[in-house]
Structures are given as structure tokens and as C-alpha cells.
T-cell receptor, first 111, second 115 residues
């Protein structure tokens, strides 16, 4: 079955770049997503990438997709304290469009 | 638009009690989902629905039931609460249209504790 893996924690200094990594198993996924969860809140879509793309940039966010290695990363430039949250990688099951979520990476930004 | 709303925000149940978690969306979305989030874990899909009158099991459906009588509402029922059902429950919806890249919109969650 599908499995999406992420490291659990990342700690960075304010102003530095953060890189959150994810590996997935379903090579037929159509879209891959990054969701953000702030404390006590639901998940919110941060960005997504279509499976035929290698890179997508959106302001401070850069998503890189390596289909050969089934590796997805999210880079946040100039990380701010407001970026502190849990970041979930997710892939869409090709047949059902259901999302398969990773375990989430807790990003902590310190001054 | 209120988006996806869930009630209640918090609930404590005794073992064996039953309750219904409510979920409503006002975006006219066809697809609706129920997830549970356990500490340090990702979201696990409990049930989903692709339209009124249609529901299907997700990854962890045991101990739960759903119904979808209207497009807007997708309640989740726990019949005999067990401690293993202590979790945070999220409802989500999506349009189901390819051009919306299956973006799911999440409610704020219901924190349930079973003692």
C-alpha cells in the first residue's frame, strides 16, 4: 500500500531557510501537496505540484519533486516565527483521488 | 462563506456512550471526508463521500458510521465509544473537479476523549 514518510522535527533560526523532506511510494500519484497545520487548527493547503513537474515556486516556497527517487521537498526561504507549524506532505491516490498523508514535520523557528 | 464547520469543538465521553460529530460545508462541494489525527501521526481516513447518498470506507472505518443525506452535511457517528477512539477528528471537503487539483478544505477539528 501507499506510505508517505517525513522526519518528525525541524528546528531553524529565524531568517534561515527551512527544508522539509518527504518520501512517497505511489509512483502514479497525480498531485502531491504540502499542507500546514497551525496549533489547534485544521490543515490548510500551502502548495501543490503536479506529478509531471520538477519544481514549483510560489513566493518564499519552493517545491522540488524527484520522481525517480519518489522524493518531495518544501523549501521555505527567510523562515519567520509565523512559519512555526506542522507541515504535512500528501499524495493523491491515482485511482480514488483520496489523500495519503505523511506523519507531519513539526517546524520550530527560534529567534 | 463559513467553509467547513464542525461541532462540538471538544467532548469527553465515557466508554460505551455514543455521539455524533457534526460537519457542514457551504461551498457546494461534492466530496466530503472524515479523518482522525492521533498524536505524532498523520491523518487517517475514516470514511468519505463523493455525493449525497454515497459513502465509502476509508482506511480506519471500524467503530464509526456515516450518512450523507444532503450535499452540505456529513455527520460521523460513534456507537460504542472506546478509549482507542480518543483522537482529534477533522472533516474536510473538496469540489471533486480536476481543475481544482483536489484541494481539500478542513474544518477546525473536534477533540474527543473517551475515558
Amino acid at each position: 500500500g501507499e506510505d508517505v514518510e517525513q522526519s518528525l522535527f525541524l528546528s531553524v533560526r529565524e531568517g534561515d531557510s527551512s527544508v522539509i523532506n518527504c518520501t512517497y511510494t505511489d509512483s502514479s500519484s497525480t498531485y502531491l501537496y504540502w499542507y500546514k497545520q497551525e496549533p489547534g487548527a485544521g490543515l490548510q493547503l500551502l502548495t501543490y505540484i503536479f506529478s509531471n513537474m520538477d519544481m514549483k515556486q510560489d513566493q518564499r516556497l519552493t517545491v522540488l519533486l524527484n520522481k525517480k527517487d519518489k522524493h518531495l521537498s518544501l523549501r521555505i526561504a527567510d523562515t519567520q516565527t509565523g512559519d512555526s507549524a506542522i507541515y504535512f506532505c500528501a499524495e493523491a491516490d491515482y485511482n480514488t483521488d483520496k489523500l495519503i498523508f505523511g506523519t507531519g514535520t513539526r517546524l520550530q523557528v527560534f529567534p | 462563506n463559513a467553509g467547513v464547520t464542525q461541532t462540538p469543538k471538544f467532548r469527553i465521553l465515557k466508554i460505551g456512550q455514543s455521539m455524533t460529530l457534526q460537519c457542514t460545508q457551504d461551498m457546494n462541494h461534492n466530496y466530503m471526508y472524515w479523518y482522525r489525527q492521533d498524536p505524532g501521526m498523520g491523518l487517517k481516513l475514516i470514511y468519505y463521500s463523493v455525493g449525497a447518498g454515497i459513502t465509502d470506507k476509508g482506511e480506519v472505518p471500524n467503530g464509526y458510521n456515516v450518512s450523507r443525506s444532503t450535499t452540505e452535511d456529513f455527520p460521523l457517528r460513534l456507537e460504542l465509544a472506546a478509549p482507542s477512539q480518543t483522537s482529534v477528528y477533522f472533516c474536510a471537503s473538496s469540489s471533486g473537479l480536476a481543475e481544482h487539483y483536489n484541494e481539500q478544505f478542513f474544518g477546525p477539528g473536534t477533540r474527543l476523549t473517551v475515558l
